[in-house]
Nanobody, 122 residues
Framework: QVQLVESGGGEAQPGGSLRLSCAAS????????MNWYRQSPGKERELVAS????????DYADSVKGRFTISRDNDRNMVYLQMTNLKPEDTAVYYC???????????????WGQGTQVTVSP
């Protein structure tokens, strides 16, 4: 079974930094692209950052480009999100997950972790 455990969230002031971690298990981690998503109350889940299986390509939402960096360590089954120059609008619960390729392999089942809360305020 796919298991995803996010950590590293907390409170930060505007301009501050946080590093989120995601521990994955239950699948061959290094074969799949991974992503970070976020969701705030009353809003739909947003794709924030993506990284290919070997980490050779990365993509970001325009709202975080230049401020966030996604990375991964396939030997440790970990994916990270380094967030810098945080803004109040970054406040959300952050989740990691794969995409349709992983979910297809998992017989269509989609599992979400509990996420980690990031709060940015003066």
């Amino acid at each position: 079974q796919v298991q995803l455990v996010e950590s590293g969230g907390g409170e930060a002031q505007p301009g501050g930094s946080l590093r989120l971690s995601c521990a994955a298990s239950g699948f061959t981690f290094g074969f799949y692209a991974m992503n970070w998503y976020r969701q705030s109350p009353g809003k739909e889940r947003e794709l924030v950052a993506s990284i290919t299986s070997a980490g050779s390509r990365r993509d970001y939402a325009d709202s975080v480009k230049g401020r966030f960096t996604i990375s991964r360590d396939n030997d440790r089954n970990m994916v990270y999100l380094q967030m810098t120059n945080l803004k109040p609008e970054d406040t959300a619960v952050y989740y990691c997950n794969g995409d349709e390729i992983l979910w297809k392999m998992n017989k269509g089942a989609v599992y979400w972790g509990q996420g980690t809360q990031v709060t940015v305020s003066p």
